[in-house]
């Protein structure tokens, strides 16, 4: 595997994990690197994903040719709901060799790869094989996406230690404002609050701040 790939995940399905892979992509853009994203699974769509729109949309590139290809996009599922069981109602597998070779071949043309994942840490992809297995089993960096809504302390916190406890390198942090909220207490307090958990245990993990973009007020 190369060493350019990482993998996006989250505390939910509504952290905001497109919005955040988008943002972070612009980010390394501006650093001049060549970056692209990739959606490795995604369900409930028929022939194209949505998600990849939303990047492409946020990054300000339009589709490319990589797209267009299927390299972004290579397991599309018609339910909205797990990889595990979308596939099921699809009846057809998820086939990992073809997902393995797409993402290997946009790491052979960029500089970064980011490919987002379907749901949470703990999402299945097939009957006991989870996501963060997936990632495990590969040894993608992990880039985290959480939130300061009510709960995604909790959320958080059961995320880093299933991270921990299977090994997974935890590369950066995104902390995601949006959607904007009148009363910022709870977000502010959760924000610091694992700025100093990140520092006591995991204290090589970066922590950002993503911002409301101009173009999802």
């Known amino acids: 595997m190369m060493d350019n790939i990482y993998f996006i995940s ?4 509504d952290a905001g994990k497109s919005y955040c892979t988008a943002w972070l992509a612009q980010q390394l853009i501006k650093e001049g690197k060549r970056v692209i994203t990739q959606k490795f699974i995604q369900t409930g769509n028929v022939g194209h994903s949505e998600d990849i729109d939303l990047h492409r949309h946020l990054m300000g590139t ?11 996009m290579p397991e599309i599922f018609s339910y909205p709901a797990s990889p595990d069981l979308a596939a099921r109602i699809d009846q057809r597998e998820i086939n990992f ?3 393995d070779q797409a993402t290997q071949e ?17 999402v299945p992809l097939k009957d006991e094989y989870l996501t963060i297995d997936y990632i495990a089993q ?7 996406v959480t939130s300061g809504k009510l709960g995604s ?10 991270i921990a406890r299977r ?13 904007t909220i009148a009363d910022t207490t709870i977000q502010q307090d959760t924000q610091q609050y694992l700025q100093r958990y990140l520092a006591r245990h995991f204290p090589d993990c970066r922590m950002l701040t993503v911002p409301v973009l101009d173009t999802v007020r």
């Not at 989250?10 to 399905?13: E, K, L």
């Not at 339009?62 to 972004?72: A, F, I």
């Not at 946009?106 to 703990?122: N, P, Q």
């Not at 997974?168 to 902390?175: G, N, P």
């Open 10 to 13: 989250g505390i939910d399905t």
């Open 62 to 72: 339009g589709l490319l040719p990589e797209d267009r290809e299927g390299l972004t």
């Open 97 to 99: 060799d073809r997902i």
């Open 106 to 122: 946009l790491a052979r043309r960029y500089d970064v790869v980011l490919v987002e994942g379907a749901g949470g840490l703990m």
């Open 138 to 144: 590969r040894g993608y960096p992990l880039v985290f």
């Open 153 to 162: 302390v909790n959320h958080t916190l059961l995320s880093l230690e299933a």
């Open 167 to 179: 090994g997974i390198r935890l590369d950066t942090m995104l902390y995601n404002l949006y959607p």
